[in-house]
C-alpha cells in the first residue's frame, strides 16, 4: 500500500489532505498561499502536532515566494498570522522559528525563498525520520500479545511521516504483538473514530471504536493491555499535554496498573516549560459541543468549556516513547 501522506509538496505547491472531510471523502487542498494554509490549521483541515509544524514552515517559506511583487508583504506579519493559528503544539513555534531564523540571515539574498523552502522540506523530511524511529524504538514495549487503546490521531495524518503513537501500533500488530485496538472517538471532533479509525482500515488492523467513557469498563474487565497516545507539547518534567481526555486515560491506567505510554519526536518537548502548569491550552468554540454536522443538538444558548487539550502529568507516564530513546521517570528533558 502506498503511504499516507497528509502533507506533500510538489509542483511548487502545498498538497493537504483535508481531514474534516474524512473518512467519506478524501481532498486535497492545493495551494501556495501561506494565508490559506494559517486557515487550514485553524479549521483542523491539517491538524496533529507535527502536521501543524510542517504545514507552518511550508507557509512561512512561501510567504515570501512572490516577495518582489508586493510591495505590502513584511515577514513579522505572515510569522504573526501563523503563530496564532493554533497555541498548544509546540511544533508549530519550532518550525516557524527555525524559517524565520534563516529569513534573517538570508533576507536580501536573491535565493531567499529557495533557502526557506529548503528548509522547510528538511524539517519535513527529519519527521519522517523520527516517526520511523519512534516506532522502532516503541517496539521495546511489548513483551506478548495485547490489546491497545489510543486516544485523538497519532498516524500518518498527524505527522510528516507515519506517525508517532499509531506508527507503534502498526509496528507493534505486523510483529505480532497487537490483537485489537480500541479506539476512543474523541469528543468533539472525532478524531478518532474518523482518522484514526480511517487509518487502521487501510492497514487491516483490527479495531473498536469506542465511546470516550468506555474505557473505564474495559479496563475494569482486563480488556486493555496497554494504552498509548501522543503530544501536543511536552515540558521538561514530563508533563504532557495532548488530547482532552487524555489525563483521564492515564488516572483510569494508575488505578487499574495498566501501563500508559506517550509517543513523540523531541520537537514536542518544550524547554522553556519546566512543568505543564503554564502550557497554554486551546479553547475551542461552541458550536462542536453544540451542533454535530451542522445539526443542533441542544440550545445554542447554552454555555459551554471546551479545552482542546489536558495535561497528564509525569507521574502516570510509564514511558515516554522519542526517535531518540524510551525514557523513564523522572524525567529531565533537558538535555535530550
Ligand atoms: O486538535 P488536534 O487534532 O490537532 O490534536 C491532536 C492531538 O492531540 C494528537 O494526539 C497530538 O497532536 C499528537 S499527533 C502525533
Known amino acids: 500500500m502506498q503511504p499516507i501522506r497528509s502533507i506533500e509538496y510538489k509542483d511548487d505547491k502545498l498538497h493537504i489532505i483535508n481531514q474534516t472531510k474524512l ?36 507557509a512561512l517559506a512561501l510567504s515570501v515566494k512572490n516577495i518582489s511583487e508586493d510591495s505590502n508583504y513584511n515577514f513579522n506579519n ?5 503563530s496564532i493559528t493554533r497555541p498548544t503544539a509546540v511544533n508549530l513555534f519550532y518550525a516557524l522559528n527555525e524559517i524565520k531564523k534563516l529569513f534573517e540571515r538570508n533576507q536580501t539574498d ?10 522547510a522540506k528538511e524539517i519535513h523530511e527529519d519527521d519522517i525520520k523520527k516517526c520511523d524511529l519512534i516506532a522502532k524504538n516503541g517496539l ?10 489510543t486516544h485523538c490521531n497519532t498516524g500518518a495524518l498527524a505527522t510528516g511521516g507515519d ?21 476512543d472517538e474523541t469528543r468533539p471532533l472525532l478524531q478518532g473514530s474518523r482518522l484514526t479509525a480511517w487509518e487502521l482500515n487501510n492497514y487491516n488492523i483490527p479495531f473498536k471504536i469506542i465511546t470516550d467513557s468506555t474505557a473505564a469498563m474495559l479496563m475494569k474487565e482486563g480488556k486493555v493491555g496497554l494504552v498509548i497516545t501522543g503530544a501536543d507539547r511536552i515540558a521538561v518534567n514530563g508533563d ?34 519546566a512543568t505543564g502548569d503554564n502550557i497554554k491550552i486551546e479553547e475551542r468554540g461552541k458550536k462542536e459541543i453544540l451542533e454535530i454536522n451542522g445539526n443542533k443538538i441542544t440550545a445554542d444558548n447554552y454555555d459551554v468549556f471546551s479545552p482542546a487539550f489536558d495535561i497528564t502529568p ?15 521517570p523522572p524525567y529531565n528533558f533537558q538535555n535530550v
Open 23 to 58: 473518512p467519506l471523502q478524501l481532498e486535497y487542498i492545493v495551494t501556495d498561499n501561506y494565508e490559506r494554509i494559517g486557515e487550514a490549521i485553524e479549521k483542523l483541515e491539517i491538524r496533529g502536532a507535527p502536521a501543524i509544524g510542517i504545514a507552518a514552515a511550508y
Open 78 to 82: 505572515a510569522y504573526r498570522r501563523l
Open 110 to 119: 536573491r535565493n531567499l525563498f529557495e533557502i526557506l523552502i529548503n528548509r
Open 140 to 149: 521495546s514495549i511489548f513483551n506478548n500479545t495485547v490489546t491497545v487503546l
Open 163 to 183: 506517525g508517532t503513537a499509531l506508527n507503534v501500533i502498526r509496528k507493534g500488530f505486523e510483529k505480532g504483538f497487537i490483537d485489537l485496538v480500541y479506539v
Open 240 to 273: 504532557s499535554a495532548n488530547k482532552i481526555g487524555t489525563y483521564n486515560l492515564a488516572v483510569l491506567c494508575k488505578h487499574h496498573s495498566i501501563p500508559f505510554y506517550i509517543a513523540a519526536p523531541t520537537t514536542t518537548i518544550d524547554l522553556t516549560s
Open 314 to 328: 509525569y507521574s502516570l507516564i510509564t514511558s515516554i516513547i522519542t526517535e531518540k530513546s524510551v525514557y523513564q
